[in-house]
């Protein structure tokens, strides 16, 4: 089973700020690597798929890189409806298609 | 558009068996699998297993082998989860989604709460 490790656990930021998420994998996942945002009540929302293509309707703020084990997920200028908490999950070998455990993104 | 509706909250005891539904609507049902993932409270998430309603082939964790099961009625366009032999930290919120990752269309979950 791939491991995810996603870091860091939390960050408290203001709005304006830029922020990189950092996600690794166990072992090489190629690009097939998604990001996820959560929000409390709610399912999980697409960002992310093919490592750095963007899902549909989501903002350029939001940028996706990496390949093999190291990825990170950037949002360039942190809005106030950013809030929650980003998963990271790869779906190169499965099953399980296994998540990151999150990290939770504070605004200040 | 497409739609995943799932069922109502359920409140089980240890040891009993639950039975999840999430209907379909929008796409043809047999062209895509089912995913399953859930989350404790307060928890991340965690991927459950997959199956094709065209072949019926399922992919389960390991975690969950021999007592979970997948189905589907593809008269009704619902997919079904079933987890026997519940115990206290299979508490959690059960998201179904549409086919592997990435996906982005998702159930509204279902609240499984095991408790005495």
């Known amino acids: 089973e791939i491991v995810m490790t996603q870091s860091p656990a939390t960050l408290s930021l203001s709005p304006g700020e830029r922020v990189t998420l950092s996600c690794r994998a166990s072992q090489s996942v190629s690009s097939n690597l998604a990001w996820y945002q959560q929000k409390p009540g709610q399912a999980p929302k697409l960002l992310i798929y093919?490592?750095?293509t963007r899902a549909t309707g989501i903002p350029a703020r939001f940028s996706g890189r990496g390949s093999g084990t190291e990825f990170t997920l950037t949002i360039s200028t942190l809005q106030s409806e950013d809030f929650g908490v980003y998963y990271c999950q790869q779906y190169n070998y499965w099953p399980p298609e296994t998540f990151g455990q999150g990290t939770k993104v504070e605004i200040k | 558009q497409v739609q995943l509706v799932q069922s109502g909250p359920e409140v089980k005891n240890p040891g009993a068996s639950v039975k999840v539904s999430c209907k379909t609507s929008?796409?043809?049902?047999?062209?895509?699998?089912i995913t399953w993932v859930r989350q404790a409270p307060g928890q991340g998430l965690e991927w459950m297993g997959w199956i094709s309603p065209y072949i019926g082939d399922t992919k389960y964790s390991q975690k969950f082998q021999g007592r979970l099961t997948m189905t589907t009625d593809t008269s009704t366009s619902t997919a079904y989860l079933e987890l026997r032999s519940l115990e206290f930290d299979d508490t959690a919120i059960y998201y179904c989604s549409r086919d592997r990752a990435p996906t982005d269309y998702w159930g509204q979950g279902t609240l499984v709460t095991v408790s005495t």
């Open positions: 929008g796409y043809r049902f047999n062209s895509y699998g």
């Open positions: 093919g490592a750095s």
